[in-house]
């Protein structure tokens, strides 16, 4: 998939480009809300090829680094999104153990 946007090179900050590792954490127990600023999910085999094939395309000069950090900051909120998701499943399922 081809990461779609519009912006321009001035747009760009630095802060757009780095890639965080790690793993966001999971509740321990059933019914916790889910942190604010929670972070994203480990990065899995295939947004890894993605930040690859991204990297390649960049030094090869076939994408802009607008792209680049377009497709970087959307890989970011995705996984961030996957963590609040997976947050929610697993408060809830701790929820319903606890409740039986």
Do not use: N
Not at 34 to 55: K, V, Y
Not at 61 to 75: E, K, P, Q, V, Y
């Amino acid at each position: 998939m081809q990461c779609q946007g519009r912006f321009g090179e001035d747009d760009i900050i630095s802060s757009d480009l780095p890639i965080p590792l790690g793993d966001a954490p999971v509740p321990v127990a059933g019914g916790q809300p889910c942190p604010r600023r929670i972070g994203a999910i480990r990065l899995t085999i295939a947004e890894t090829a993605r930040i690859e094939r991204l990297a390649r395309q960049y030094a090869a000069g076939l994408i802009t680094r607008a792209r680049l950090a377009f497709c970087l900051r959307w890989s970011r909120w995705r996984r961030r999104h996957q963590a609040r998701a997976r947050w929610r499943h697993y408060s809830t399922r701790l929820l319903a153990a606890a409740a039986t």
